[in-house]
T-cell receptor
């Protein structure tokens, strides 16, 4: 079965500081993909960053980067230079390739950036 | 440049009433999904459709039915609404790079009283 676990329901960080959100996953697939989505108060789901499991290099997108530990099935998100606009719910998700592309989400981490 | 269009945005139902949530995408994606979002539980998959003409159950399918009317449209039906179905519902279609990027509708806040 495909599962995604986020063990931090809420986190807080000061503006301009760095914060790391944790995620672990379980899958029996060899070809899979991992994602972090952001959901601000507007409720819109926004893709933050994507990691292909076959790539050893950690993905980065501006202030957002991941620490992908394949053997440990860990996929954490690091936000550098936190901004007030980063305040949101963050969801970790996994999908595996092929025709089905079933996308499964974790329970989310509510991040509050404090001024 | 609509992407995924989901209607309605808000709905209040009485217990036992039925309704259909509509979803349409204009990105020519094969895969479409319905999720429900509840506090502390993240997004849980209700049903998905890997391609036109096929549908499969997700984690929480009970009380719901779906129809993949054509490649563009994927509807979710509640035949007899229950208070436990009070939730925010999201439709998504999957495509983009590597055919794994999900594009979401704006969500439907459904309250069953």
């Amino acid at each position: 079965a495909q599962t995604v676990t986020q063990s931090q329901p809420e986190m807080s960080v000061q503006e301009a500081e760095t914060v790391t959100l944790s995620c672990t996953y379980d899958t029996s697939e060899n070809n899979y993909y991992l994602f972090w989505y952001k959901q601000p108060p507007s409720r819109q789901m926004i893709l933050v960053i994507r990691q292909e499991a076959y790539k050893q290099q950690n993905a980065t997108e501006n202030r957002f980067s991941v620490n992908f530990q394949k053997a440990a099935k860990s996929f954490s998100l690091k936000i550098s230079d936190s901004q007030l606009g980063d305040t949101a719910m963050y969801f970790c998700a996994s999908a595996y390739g092929g025709a089905t592309n079933k996308l499964i989400f974790g329970t989310g981490t509510l991040l509050a950036v404090q001024p | 440049n609509a992407g995924v269009t989901q209607t309605p945005k808000f709905q209040v139902l009485k217990t036992g009433q039925s309704m259909t949530l509509q979803c349409a995408q204009d990105m020519n994606h094969n895969s479409m999904y319905w999720y429900r979002q509840d506090p502390g539980m993240g997004l849980r998959l209700i049903y998905y459709s890997a391609s036109e003409g096929t549908t499969d159950k997700g984690e929480v399918p009970n009380g719901y039915n779906v129809s993949r009317l054509n490649k563009r449209e994927f509807s979710l039906r509640l035949e007899s609404a229950a208070p436990s179905q009070t939730s925010v519902y999201f439709c998504a279609s999957v495509g983009g790079i590597l055919n794994t990027e999900a594009f979401f509708g704006q969500g439907t806040r459904l309250t069953v009283v």
